[in-house]
T-cell receptor, first 115, second 113 residues
């Protein structure tokens, strides 16, 4: 079963506008969430994270919102720039029985920012 | 500062051939990981090593073996490659602590014919 879902495989926005990437999760044990950005032919790079004790975390143009009751998080990019065109992965982390951590990635959303 | 280095960047194998993907990190990280990325499937964990001398299976370990040679190096071996193992493979490392971020290598594009 897919525990972390990114239901939009792709998103296209105009430069200067807001990009909103969505992510849903099913397991309430997830308590730490991350976004990674991936350019073609490169490895993913960390973008921003949020703990479940918060509902918002901001870093420059990037803001992540967490709605625990809905098991939903979103990444807002304002204003969007052509250099933001990449695949964005949502990831969720939890500590399970025995102390082992599980980090689960979504399938990714390809963002295209048009000049 | 090289970060996480993977070799080779590209490889073509025939079914049944074996090969080892190499990964090294120079950040003194304790934990290292191997992921595969397939179209429409996201990143799936193959194996990980929480510390030198330990390895554990991830989500999709079948057909793979790993070796944590020392703190720097974590290799992934395909003993008998299959077309289903055609994928992009990423090695990653992380300092101690679950809220620390993963640092990824640039990937190995593997095709099994």
């Amino acid at each position: 079963d897919q525990q972390v879902k990114q239901n939009s495989p792709s998103l296209s926005v105009q430069e200067g506008r807001i990009s909103i990437l969505n992510c849903d999760y099913t397991n309430s044990m997830f308590d730490y969430f991350l976004w990674y950005k991936k350019y073609p032919a490169e490895g993913p790079t960390f973008l921003i994270s949020i703990s479940s004790i918060k509902d918002k975390n901001e870093d420059g143009r990037f803001t992540v919102f967490l709605n625990k009751s809905a098991k939903h998080l979103s990444l807002h990019i304002v204003p969007s720039q052509p250099g933001d065109s990449a695949v964005y992965f949502c990831a969720a982390s939890a500590i399970f029985q025995g102390g082992s951590e599980k980090l689960v990635f979504g399938k990714g959303t390809k963002l295209t920012v048009n000049p | 500062n090289a970060g996480v280095t993977q070799t080779p960047k590209f490889q073509v194998l025939k079914t049944g051939q074996s090969m080892t993907l190499q990964c090294a990190q120079d950040m003194n990280h304790n934990s290292m990981y191997w992921y595969r990325q397939d179209p429409g499937m996201g990143l799936r964990l193959i194996y990980y090593s929480a510390s030198e001398g330990t390895t554990d299976k991830g989500e999709v370990p079948n057909g793979y073996n790993v070796s944590r040679l020392n703190k720097r190096e974590f290799s992934l071996r395909l003993e008998s490659a299959a077309p289903s193992q055609t994928s992009v493979y990423f090695c990653a490392s992380r300092p101690q602590g679950r809220v620390e971020k993963l640092f990824f290598g640039s990937g190995t594009q593997l095709s099994v014919l």
